[in-house]
């Protein structure tokens, strides 16, 4: 998202793309409006609203983030489906609020682990299987006289 709202333009970064629940890495960069330089003394506050309408306040702080542009947090999503996400900017006595929505999938990285550690041991087996299949067949084959 990246809107111009009051003083300030607000881009907010989510990571991992796409969002699963889970932890999730949520970034804003703030800039000044008119010259759009990045302004590190802005306080930034994400308001996130889970489908269910449990509200998360999440204060965002640059200790988060390797980038110093940005002011970061991790924060857990609970649930799928459509989030709303208020990024709120104040720095002395301008205040801004930029809002937005984002879908949020359930995190299925573990059950594609599950099913890789249970299907490796039947793949093995049935190649297995095989080999000696084949390699009876042609033993038959070199033990049989023609009459």
Do not use: C, Y
Not at 12 to 36: C, I, K, N, W
Not at 53 to 60: D, H, M
């Amino acid at each position: 998202m990246q809107q111009a709202t009051g003083a300030f333009i607000v881009t907010l970064f989510t990571a991992p793309e796409p969002l699963t629940t889970g932890d999730a890495d949520f970034s804003v960069m703030v800039q000044d409006r008119a010259t759009q330089q990045v302004l590190l003394d802005a306080a930034v506050v994400l308001w996130l609203t889970a489908p269910s309408g449990e509200v998360q306040l999440v204060p965002l702080g640059r200790g988060h983030s390797a980038n110093r542009m940005l002011q970061a947090a991790t924060v857990k999503l609970g649930g799928k489906g459509k989030w709303a996400a208020t990024v709120r900017v104040s720095r002395g006595s301008e205040q801004a609020e930029g809002a937005t929505t984002f879908d949020v999938e359930a995190d299925h990285s573990r059950r594609v682990l599950v099913l890789a550690f249970v299907m490796l041991p039947l793949f093995a087996i049935a190649l297995f299987v095989v080999h000696q299949s084949q390699r009876n067949r042609r033993g038959r084959q070199a033990t049989s006289f023609p009459a």
